[in-house]
C-alpha cells in the first residue's frame, strides 16, 4: 500500500532528479508514523493503511511538492554578476589604451558570463561517481601542458603557450579545489584510510606547485584544500575523533613548513635565487620597490577622487595584479571600500548557499569555490594597501588576463548551479561501492 502511495505522488512531480530526495522523506515520515501506530496497539497492516491515510491523496500532495522540488532559478545572483560585470568593463574601459587590454578584457568577460550560465544549467551531481577520474585528468592535463608547452619567467613557470593562446596555470588550477571537495564526498564514510587518500589526493598538486616552483599557488591550495578536509571531519564523514585530527593535522600544518623552511636555507636545498628572493623577503619584511610604491599610493589617498601617484607608469600589470591599487589611487578610498563590500557580498553568498545545502556534495563544492574566491580576494587587496608581501593573485572579475576572468565565472557558475539543485538533490546522490572508492 505505501509503495502504490509513493509511485502515484512520484507522478505527479514532473522533475525526476527529485525523486529520490521526495520519496526519502516521504517514506521516512510513513515508516515513522506506522511504528508510533503500532505502538498504540495496531496490527502492521492497519498501522500501515493508517499512516498512508494520513497522508491524503497522494495525486494532491504530489502536486503540491512538484511545486516546491523544482530547479531554484537564482536570477538575482545572474543579475548581479551582470552588473559586476558591466561594472568591470566600465573600469577598463576608463583606463583605456594604457591598460593594453580593455578590448580583450571585456571579450574575456562577455565569454565568461557565458560559461557562467552554462555551467549553472549543468546538473552538478555527476562529480558523486566521477571526481576522482575528472581529477586525475585534469592533473594529468595541466601537468602535461606545463611540461610541453611552459614558459619559465624569473625562475616559475608562469604559463603555457598552446599556438597563439597564452594560459596561466595559476588560474586554472584553483578549479582542482572543488574537484577536490568532490574527492572528499567520495570516501564519505571510509574512517582513517579516507583521510590518508585524501591527503595523497591533497598533496599532489601542492607538490607539482612547490616544484615549478609557484610557493604562492603551493599556500594557496593547500589552504584551501586543508578547510576543505577539515569540514569533512567536523561533519563527520570519516568517523574520527575531531580533536586528535584538528591537533595533529593543523599542528603539522603549521610547524612543519617552518621547519622545511628552516632547513632548506641551512643546508641550502634551494636553488641560489630561490634562497636570495626568500632572504630579502624576510630582511625587508615582504616590503619592496612595488611594496613602497603601493604603500605610499594608499597613504596619500583621498576618499574621493584620484591623487597625484601615476600608477599606471610605475607598476607592471597595474590593470591585472595590481587593479585594487589603481581603483584606490584614480577615484578615491571609497571606491575601493565599495569594491571590497561587493567581493566580500559574494564571498559571504557563496560560503551562506554552501552552507544551506542539504546535499552533502553541493556543500562541499561550493566550499571550495568560495574558498578559492575568499582568499584570493583577502591576499589581493591585502597586498594592494601595503600591508602583505607581494605575492601571485588576483582579483576575481575585476582583473585582466583571461584565464583569471574565465575561472572566476567557471566558480560562480558552479556556486549557482549547487543553488539551482538545492531542492531536487537528496543529501547523499549515492552510496558508492568498495571498488569505487578505491584509490
Known amino acids: 500500500m505505501m509503495e502504490e502511495y509513493l509511485r ?6 514532473r522533475c525526476k532528479k527529485a525523486h529520490a530526495l521526495i520519496e526519502d522523506e516521504i517514506r521516512a515520515h510513513m ?3 506506522i511504528e508510533d501506530n503500532i505502538a498504540n496497539g495496531m ?14 491523496d497522494p495525486v494532491e500532495t504530489g502536486i503540491s511538492l512538484d511545486r516546491v522540488h523544482r530547479p531554484a532559478m537564482a536570477w538575482d545572483m545572474i543579475f548581479f554578476m551582470a552588473i559586476i560585470s558591466i561594472v568591470g568593463i566600465v573600469i577598463h574601459s576608463l583606463i583605456g589604451d594604457a591598460g593594453a587590454g580593455s578590448n ?8 565568461g558570463f557565458v560559461v557562467m550560465l552554462i555551467v549553472y544549467r549543468v546538473d552538478y551531481s555527476f562529480m558523486a561517481r566521477h571526481a576522482k577520474c575528472i581529477g586525475t585528468i585534469f592533473l594529468t592535463f595541466l601537468f602535461c601542458s606545463v611540461w610541453a608547452f611552459g614558459m619559465m619567467v624569473n625562475g616559475n613557470m608562469t ?9 596561466n596555470y595559476f588560474c586554472w588550477m584553483m578549479l582542482y579545489v572543488p574537484i577536490y571537495g568532490a574527492i572528499l564526498y567520495q570516501y564519505h564514510g571510509t574512517g582513517k584510510q579516507g583521510i590518508l587518500k585524501s591527503l595523497v589526493w591533497m598533496m599532489i598538486p601542492v607538490i607539482f606547485a612547490l616544484r615549478l616552483p609557484n610557493l604562492v599557488l603551493a599556500e594557496i591550495l593547500f589552504v584551501s584544500m586543508s578547510v576543505l578536509l577539515s569540514i569533512a571531519v567536523y561533519k563527520g564523514w ?3 575523533s575531531k580533536k586528535k585530527f584538528f591537533f595533529l593535522f593543523w599542528g603539522s600544518a603549521i610547524v612543519l613548513p617552518i621547519i622545511l623552511l628552516i632547513l632548506s636555507v641551512a643546508f641550502h636545498w634551494l636553488t641560489a635565487y630561490q634562497e636570495a628572493r626568500l632572504l630579502a623577503i624576510l630582511r625587508t619584511k615582504g616590503e619592496n620597490y612595488i611594496t613602497n610604491i603601493l604603500k605610499a599610493s594608499f597613504g596619500s589617498s583621498f576618499l574621493a577622487g584620484g591623487n597625484s601617484a601615476d600608477l599606471i607608469k610605475r607598476l607592471p600589470n597595474f590593470n591585472n595584479d595590481y587593479i585594487f591599487g589603481y581603483l584606490i589611487s584614480s577615484y578615491g578610498i571609497l571606491a575601493g571600500i565599495a569594491v571590497g563590500v561587493v567581493l566580500s557580498f559574494i564571498v559571504i553568498r557563496c560560503f551562506h548557499i554552501s552552507f544551506k545545502q542539504k546535499n552533502q556534495l553541493g556543500m562541499m563544492m561550493g566550499c571550495g569555490c568560495s574558498m578559492v574566491f575568499f582568499v584570493n580576494i583577502a591576499l589581493n587587496i591585502l597586498e ?11 582579483l576575481p572579475f575585476f582583473s585582466a588576463g583571461g584565464s583569471c576572468i574565465i575561472t572566476s565565472y567557471i566558480l560562480m557558475g558552479t556556486i ?12 547523499h546522490i549515492s552510496k558508492l561501492s568498495r571498488q569505487e572508492n578505491a584509490l
Request: charged share 20%; glycine share 4%; net charge negative.
Open 8 to 13: 502515484l505522488l512520484l507522478e505527479q512531480v
Open 238 to 240: 570519516f568517523q574520527v
Open 104 to 111: 580583450q578584457f571585456m571579450r574575456y568577460t562577455v565569454v
Open 31 to 33: 515508516e515513522d508514523q
Open 416 to 427: 549557482l548551479s549547487i543553488y539551482r539543485y538545492k531542492n531536487i538533490l537528496p543529501i
Open 43 to 56: 496490527q502492521k497492516e492497519m498501522a500501515e493503511m493508517a499512516a498512508v491515510r494520513d497522508m491524503g
Open 384 to 394: 594592494n594597501i601595503g600591508l602583505f608581501p607581494i605575492t601571485q593573485t588576483f
Open 159 to 167: 604559463a603555457v603557450h598552446i599556438a597563439e593562446f597564452r594560459v
